[in-house]
């Protein structure tokens, strides 16, 4: 296994102090917040670090990672909520997605056991799911609504010609969900061949053989494939309930005030 | 009946009837409520208090999506879907042939060679026709008509007025929605004057200028002045 220490933390600082060097010569006015991210990140990971190792104690009951986990769902499901503030009762469609996530994706995982389930494979599959799942949650939210709300005449006229709700909707959800998933696939597609994803180059740095990592890395990939799908054909469905009455009318949708 | 909306009140206890054997012109100026009435028609919007009633019945009361194809409705602006003209008629009937499609094209002013070609490429006049083609093919029992010439060039507004016409000569009841007082004149047997949330007078069209009290002739002088157009 490959440790760097503490020492080694430090000297890896160095870069960190290279792009204040860039910020400063090139009047980005970025030195403080470049500075604030790099404390922040290594002060919550250690946070992070000594609450896993607590919770990886082999010790520890296996209801504190699901209970890590339940953490995490709610903090994703409430970042979604705020960067979608548009988009009504978002934080409950955001977190019955991850919830349904979360039970397509750890039940293949651990009911067809393709890893054994305890603390150290539950918390990190739960967080890659969660984490890379948010963004397109995100994107596809916005995207239905924008969609219903920029398209209202077309989708009042397919009403008008006597279609129920999640007809006329259809095709602009169709339109959304497809944005929110073509770069995940194209992600997918590229792996191994742009870019050394983070799973694997964890695992390699960390000593563990090439082949290894790459059965882990596939796997991961799989998980996020599913999570994104999984995740953005909940919210796109819930966000369309939630902008259409029951009787088949569109509700009035606001537009941001110009800027 | 009437109908909130977030920024106030939208129509104001508005009692009226629309005859459903003739054009009816529902006229007034912007803001006036004409819009909303009409939408109350196809159920694309319901009244905070009071009752629609189509053909005597609650719509309330009746299935919307039935409703909605018995009471077709074309909009002010037009809404070409994605696709070919077919593609947008058989949205409202998937099981439409080309053979019917054509029929429905020339019922709207459209001849044959328009059946493929792709509904985003029309000129706004031809868009606005396979607008009204598209409401046809639901087989509507009247045809309900939100400005549908507010954003046409003359050619176009007057090759929809013909059509308009033409389908209430043949049983399709037709309410127009305008404030273009000249084009009421021209088309209207009916007509219902909106001002403020409210019908203010209905007559027929020849006894309009007779039989309104001075108040209406007021505002029907000033809507005639205020033609800039």
């Known amino acids: 296994m490959t440790e760097i220490g503490w020492e080694g933390l430090a000297v890896s600082a160095l870069l960190v102090v290279v792009a204040l060097g860039l910020s400063r010569w090139r009047h980005l006015g970025l030195e403080r917040s470049i500075g604030w991210a790099a404390l922040r990140a290594v002060v919550q990971l250690a946070a992070v670090g000594l609450v896993l190792a607590a919770v990886f104690d082999a010790n520890a009951s296996l209801a504190w990672a699901w209970l890590w986990v339940a953490a995490m769902v709610m903090v994703s499901a409430e970042t979604v909520r705020r960067r979608a503030r548009e988009v009504p009762g978002l934080f409950a469609l955001a977190l019955s997605a991850f919830g349904v996530a979360a039970v397509v994706v750890l039940g293949v995982l651990f009911g067809l056991g393709v890893f054994d389930l305890e603390a150290r494979t539950l918390v990190p599959l739960a967080g890659l799911m969660i984490g890379n799942a948010l963004a397109a949650t995100v994107l596809v939210a916005r995207r239905v609504y924008e969609e219903l709300r920029d398209r209202e005449d077309e989708v009042e006229a ?16 169709r339109h959304a969900l497809r944005t929110a998933l073509i770069p995940q696939i194209e992600t997918t597609k590229a792996v191994g061949l742009v870019v050394l994803p983070g799973a694997m180059t964890g ?22 494939l599913g999570s994104v799908t999984t995740t953005t054909t909940v919210v796109a469905l819930g966000v369309r309930r939630r902008l ?9 949708l606001t537009r941001p005030t110009s800027r | 009946m009437s109908l909130d909306g977030p920024d106030g009140s939208r129509l104001r206890d508005v009692t009226g009837e629309v005859p459903d054997y003739c054009l009816t012109v529902l006229v007034g100026p912007s803001g006036a409520g004409k819009s909303t009435l009409l939408r109350l028609g196809n159920r694309l919007d319901v009244p905070s208090s009071g009752t629609v009633r189509f053909r005597g019945d609650d719509v309330g009361a009746l299935d919307p999506l039935a409703l909605r194809r018995r009471v077709g409705m074309v909009f002010q602006r037009p809404s070409p879907f994605a696709g070919t003209v077919l ?56 045809l309900l008509m939100d400005e549908p010439t507010a954003s046409l060039d003359h050619r176009s507004r007057t090759v929809l007025e013909v059509l308009a016409r033409g389908l209430v000569d043949r049983g399709v009841p037709v309410v127009w929605v305008t404030h273009d007082f000249a084009q009421m004149r021209r088309i209207a047997q009916q007509v219902l004057v909106m001002d403020r949330g409210r019908i203010v007078h209905a007559a027929p069209i020849g006894e309009l200028d007779r039989s309104a009290p001075p108040a209406v002739a007021r505002f029907l002088d000033d809507l005639a002045a205020n033609e800039g157009d």
């Open chain 1, 244 to 252: 259409f009455t029951e009787d088949h009318r569109l509700v009035r």
């Open chain 1, 203 to 224: 695992l390699i740095l960390a000593g563990v053989e090439p082949l290894d990592a790459v059965q882990v890395q596939a796997a991961v990939m799989f998980v996020v």
């Open chain 1, 158 to 173: 397919r009403l008008a010609l006597g279609l129920p709700s999640d007809e006329a909707a259809a095709p602009y959800l």
């Open chain 2, 87 to 142: 593609d947008n008629l058989r949205v409202a009937r998937p099981d439409l042939s080309e053979g019917a499609a054509i029929g429905l094209l020339e019922r709207a002013g459209l001849d044959a060679t328009f059946v493929r070609r792709a509904g985003d490429e029309l000129s706004g006049g031809e868009a606005q026709r396979l607008c009204l083609a598209r409401t046809l093919a639901t087989e509507p029992e009247v």
